[in-house]
């Protein structure tokens, strides 16, 4: 197979998030995308098979298991495809749904693609895992934002939403991964969506991932998109509203999404990032 390499959420290959991408991986089995996946070593790698109708069927794999979805691989395969078929709307067949992503080119040349998140639904986060949570990331309840209570969100794979109160309690990350890893597993979290709120519409994110095998995510689409899923139906901002993410600062790679959350309650979340090619 021909494994591309891009980063997602950035313009610098040395930020944003990469991603491994096989736009044409028909005929490969479980066994050798996991293996591709693992060699490639990036946390997600998407792999294509491309449809008689038109449409792309896509898998996301870890370098140590398949996940349901992951934003910042498809961002970036809707990317590579551009770059080599031309820019338009892409309708991606995916374990969760049907996703469509856009691509167009910036102002500045690169190629920037918005994806449409399947709806997104906020659940409770039991005392009992919340409990076990901060634990294992080393928090007291002393340190959450009572503003942005913690819940767990979906919007296309689960992720528990926890708010630091001051983002030198987000930039401290050193957490129990043997701890975190086993509750995760327990309760199909694919990554913990660890935020602090700069100003209404501004935030700051990070995402340790180790189901995937890796401390931290640099930008991660999927948990962005639940994010804005979650603030639209706790109402913790006005909608529609135009939201900024930065994440992987703290890990020296840089990321920027645009979260765009419209006002109808069961749409999806529109995740739009920029890629370039390693």
């Known amino acids: 197979m021909d494994v591309l390499r891009y980063v997602a959420f950035g313009t610098d290959p040395a930020g944003g998030n990469p991603a491994?991408?096989?736009?044409?991986?028909?005929?490969?089995?479980?066994?050798?995308?996991?293996?591709?996946?693992?060699?490639?070593?990036?946390?997600?790698?998407a792999f294509v098979t491309p449809s008689d109708d038109g449409t792309l069927s896509v898998r996301y794999f870890s370098p140590l298991a398949e996940v349901p979805f992951c934003g910042h691989a498809t961002i970036a395969t809707a990317v590579?495809?551009?770059?080599?078929?031309?820019?338009?709307?892409?309708?991606?067949?995916?374990?969760?749904?049907?996703?469509?992503?856009?691509?167009?080119?910036?102002?500045?040349?690169?190629?920037?693609?918005?994806?449409?998140?399947?709806?997104?639904?906020?659940?409770?986060?039991?005392?009992?895992?919340?409990?076990?949570?901060?634990?294992?990331?080393?928090w007291s309840a002393d340190d959450l934002d009572p503003a942005l209570p913690p819940r767990a969100a979906y919007a296309g794979a689960w992720h528990p939403v926890v708010a630091a109160a001051d983002r030198s309690r987000l930039a401290d990350l050193d957490y129990d991964m043997p701890a975190l890893t086993a509750l995760m597993a327990r309760r199909g979290w694919t990554t913990i969506d660890l935020v602090w709120r700069e100003s209404p519409t501004v935030f700051h994110?990070?995402?340790?991932?180790?189901?995937?095998?890796?401390?931290?995510?640099?930008?991660?689409?999927?948990?962005?998109?639940?994010?804005?899923?979650?603030?639209?139906?706790?109402?913790?901002?006005?909608?529609?509203?135009?939201?900024?993410?930065?994440?992987?600062?703290?890990?020296?790679?840089?990321?920027?999404?645009?979260?765009s959350v419209p006002a109808g309650r069961d749409t999806g979340i529109a995740v739009t990032g920029a890629a370039v090619p390693i």
């Open 205 to 259: 994110a990070r995402n340790p991932f180790p189901p995937g095998g890796v401390v931290e995510d640099p930008a991660t689409g999927a948990a962005a998109a639940a994010f804005g899923g979650y603030l639209r139906e706790l109402e913790l901002v006005p909608v529609p509203a135009t939201l900024t993410i930065h994440q992987g600062a703290d890990m020296g790679r840089p990321s920027t999404i645009t979260v």
């Open 20 to 45: 491994g991408v096989v736009l044409d991986a028909t005929g490969a089995d479980d066994a050798t995308m996991l293996a591709t996946a693992a060699e490639v070593g990036y946390s997600e790698t």
């Open 80 to 138: 590579a495809h551009a770059d080599r078929h031309g820019t338009g709307t892409l309708i991606l067949q995916t374990g969760v749904g049907v996703v469509p992503v856009t691509t167009a080119v910036a102002d500045d040349g690169t190629t920037v693609a918005t994806l449409v998140s399947v709806a997104p639904h906020t659940g409770p986060l039991a005392e009992a895992d919340l409990a076990e949570l901060l634990s294992a990331l080393r």
